[in-house]
């Protein structure tokens, strides 16, 4: 797989990652519990979060490329406490940001927080973002409840590419020695960040084993396993890494914006 997802696949599996967050949350005998993934948070707590914020992201779709920053909607009920009620808000939620989507377009331009990253600042950018948010939150659901399952393939492998790409990459300054960081996806796909005074940038890269090595660091896993230490569901000793661990240790403590 060596494009991103299209746009429809983009709300498609938005869609199916939605329901299956549902599903969770409707599983659960109390709102209360806490998140292992997100330990400052009870279940309830990300439920609001991710009906809030998709609201939130279906207002700036709406508001157009030349708002400002993030909208805020207008007139959005608050997460009810009743389950049923709850579900269904849930539900209305995404369906906002899936009309939004549907009726802007990929192309067209969207306000986004990764101005300086090597993602578009586009609606196509903000459904691709939109999926990982989803399909992590659905992962912590499934924690919390005690039903976790791997995020499907076509999703795992495309947000090892997306937080990358727009989470990773910038133009701030490497505050230490240039540095080069490789990520080995198991189903074929590989990528290298380069770290220096001019930013980290990435670039896909032939699969392990067919290039040169020319990488301090790497770090090896199924793209499941790979998302999850990215956004730091699981420790990265979880996964095979080779070379110079002190890359790894700057990199996950680096703030660009400090």
């Known amino acids: 797989m060596d494009k991103t997802l299209e746009f429809p696949d983009l709300l498609r599996l938005i869609d199916e990652r939605s329901t299956a967050f549902r599903v969770a949350v409707a599983s659960v005998p109390s709102l209360d519990v806490q998140v292992p993934t997100c330990p400052e948070w009870t279940l309830f707590d990300l439920v609001q979060h991710m009906g809030d914020g998709r609201r939130a992201w279906a207002a700036t ?21 009743e389950r049923e009620a709850q579900v269904a808000w849930l539900a209305a939620s995404t ?41 992590v939150h659905t992962y912590d659901a499934q924690l919390t409840v005690g039903a976790p399952q791997p995020l499907p393939d076509e999703i795992a492998l495309d947000g090892v590419d997306e937080f990358l790409f727009t989470c990773c990459s910038t133009t701030a300054a490497w505050p230490h020695e240039p540095a080069v960081v490789e990520y080995h996806a198991t189903e074929g796909r590989s990528w290298r960040v380069r770290l220096s005074a001019d930013g980290a940038r990435i670039a896909r890269i032939p699969a392990a084993g067919e290039g040169p090595d020319t990488a301090d660091a790497s770090a090896r896993g199924t793209a499941h396993e790979l998302v999850m230490a990215l956004y730091g569901r699981v420790p990265l000793d979880s996964l095979k890494l080779d070379g110079d661990r002190r890359v790894f240790d700057r990199l996950v403590d680096w703030d660009p914006d400090a």
Do not use: N, Y
């Open 61 to 81: 779709i709406a508001a157009g490329p030349d708002a400002p920053g993030k909208s805020a909607p207008e007139g959005a009920p608050a997460v009810p406490r």
């Open 95 to 135: 369906q906002e940001l899936l009309d939004a989507l549907r009726e802007a377009g990929p192309d067209r331009g969207c306000w986004t927080w990764w101005g300086a990253s090597q993602s578009p600042q586009t609606c196509g950018a903000v459904a691709r973002h939109q999926l990982q948010q989803f399909a």
